[in-house]
Structures are given as structure tokens and as C-alpha cells.
């Protein structure tokens, strides 16, 4: 039998939550995984409708984060009063030839970044009881990884806007946080989970010797989001399979 008070910490019963990158993958996943947990979740992307149905109750709305969420933002506060939980899981990773690296940053930083900041721009004055943005971030905010400069980049610069936003909003008991995955099968990583040589390798980096699954965010999603962590901001909560913890492969 759960012990009532500690099923509490975890609860996100009643908490309003806004999920950017909805439409699929890591970002669909932690909607319906906060929405299990007892929130009213809206999640957003560009698509016009999810690529799965979920099996949890979320609103799906198509938006644009580059575009920016004002407008989403003051609907949902117009109905539900106000934000509790953000969670900033939109993302591209956009690689190119060297003719078109500058376009590729500028496109990467747009929406991994940029689009980011203006979300938590947009929900926080609405974050009246307290809060918590989660920032999707990766190991690429940790370390250098080779071929796609702007997407190392955005997400080292996530990671310490996360520190910087945890600063500024911590007297509003706003904790900002990141959530950092390493390597999920998602269609963002479609093509080296498909590879035989590449997919060996990034499981054979990690301590447990395989991929992470969408699944395995699902916990520390609702932990970051949850009174659980409620002494907990700024920073980085890795789920790696423990590839950043490993030396020689
Ligand atoms: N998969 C991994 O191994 C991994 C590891 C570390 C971090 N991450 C991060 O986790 C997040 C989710 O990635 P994923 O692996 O789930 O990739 P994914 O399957 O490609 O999903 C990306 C999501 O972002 C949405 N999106 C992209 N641009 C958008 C925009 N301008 N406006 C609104 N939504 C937008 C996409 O929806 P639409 O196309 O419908 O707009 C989709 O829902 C990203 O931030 C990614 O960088 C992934």
C-alpha cells in the first residue's frame, strides 16, 4: 500500500501543464506521462494533429514555437487561471553541408533555444501559485559532439538558461530545471537507431548497454514537475543510461 502523503509529492493532480513538441516522440510522451500523473495537459507542435492518439487525456493544439505561444497562453490561462508546469520539449536538429552551416544554426538556435526562452517568457507571469519549467536539453549541453555545431550549442546555452531563468524566478518560487536524455529512439534519431554500427556504438557508451526509450523520461518528468523536487532548481537531471558517466567505451 502507497503511503498517501508520499503518492501526494508525486501527484500532479490539479497542476495546469503546457508541453511544447507534442506531436510526437520525447514531447508526446511526457504530456501523456504528466497527464497519468492527474494534470490538465495542452501540448503543441506544428503538425495539425498528434501522430499517435494519446492514451491519456491531452489537449493537442498546432502551433508554432518559433511563431511564438502568447496567444495559446492566454487561452489556457482564460480557462484553467493560470500555469503550473512548462515543459520545453520542441526541438530540431539540423544538419548540413558547410554552404549552409550558418542557415542550419540560425534555424537550430531559433527553435531549440530562442522559441524556449519566449515559452517561459510567455508562461511565467501566468505561474501564480508557483511553478516549474522543464527544459529538454541532451548530453549535447554537456559535452562536444561531432557534425552539428548548432545543435551542441543551443542546447549548452538551454542549459544555462535554465541556471540564469532559475535565478531570475526563484523569488516567484518558479523552478527551472533541465532534463537532459541521452540517446532515445525517436524519428529524431531514426537514422543512427537504424544503422547497425551506429546503434552499437551509442548503446556500447552507455553503463546499461542500450538506447533509452521515450518511456524512460516519463519519471523524472513528473518528479521535476511534482512537489517532489520542490528544492530542486537549475539544474541538470541526466538520463542517460549513464553515457556521461562512462570513460572508455
Ligand atoms: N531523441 C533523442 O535522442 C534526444 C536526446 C536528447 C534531447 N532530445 C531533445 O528532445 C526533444 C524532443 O525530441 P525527439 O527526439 O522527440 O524528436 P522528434 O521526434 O523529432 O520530435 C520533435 C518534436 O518537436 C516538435 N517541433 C519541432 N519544431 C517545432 C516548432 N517550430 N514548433 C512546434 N513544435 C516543433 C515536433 O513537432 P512538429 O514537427 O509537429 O512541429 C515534434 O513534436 C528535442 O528538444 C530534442 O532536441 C532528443
Known amino acids: 500500500m502507497v503511503d498517501a502523503a508520499l503518492a501526494r509529492l508525486f501527484s500532479l493532480e490539479g497542476k495546469v501543464a503546457l508541453v511544447t513538441g507534442a506531436s510526437r516522440g520525447i514531447g508526446a510522451a511526457l504530456a501523456e506521462g504528466l497527464a497519468g500523473a492527474g494534470a490538465r495537459v495542452v501540448g503543441v507542435a506544428r503538425s495539425p494533429v498528434p501522430r499517435d492518439a494519446f492514451r491519456q487525456p491531452v489537449r493537442y493544439v498546432a502551433a508554432d514555437v518559433a511563431v511564438g505561444l502568447d496567444a495559446l497562453v492566454a487561452e489556457i490561462v482564460a480557462e484553467h487561471g493560470r500555469i503550473d508546469v512548462l515543459v520545453n520539449a520542441a526541438g530540431v536538429s539540423v544538419s548540413a553541408s558547410s554552404d549552409q552551416a550558418l ?57 544555462l538558461l535554465t541556471k540564469a531563468l532559475a535565478v531570475d524566478l526563484g523569488p516567484r518560487d518558479i523552478r527551472v530545471n533541465a ?54 532548481t537549475g539544474q541538470d537531471l541526466v538520463i542517460d543510461g549513464g553515457w556521461t558517466a562512462k570513460g572508455l567505451t
Open 103 to 159: 542557415a542550419a544554426f540560425d534555424a537550430t538556435l531559433d527553435v531549440n533555444l530562442r522559441a524556449a526562452y519566449a515559452a517561459c517568457l510567455a508562461a511565467a507571469p501566468h505561474m501564480t501559485s508557483g511553478g516549474s519549467i522543464i527544459n529538454v536539453t541532451s548530453i549535447n549541453s554537456l559535452v562536444g559532439f561531432p557534425g552539428n555545431p548548432g545543435y551542441v550549442a543551443a542546447k549548452g546555452g538551454l542549459r
Open 179 to 232: 532534463l537532459a536524455p541521452g540517446y532515445i529512439r525517436t524519428d529524431m534519431t531514426a537514422a543512427s537507431f537504424a544503422d547497425p554500427e551506429r546503434h552499437a556504438a551509442r548503446a556500447r557508451h552507455t553503463c546499461l548497454g542500450r538506447w533509452g526509450e521515450v518511456g524512460d523520461l516519463i519519471g523524472a518528468a513528473i518528479f521535476l514537475a511534482s512537489d517532489a523536487s520542490r528544492y530542486m
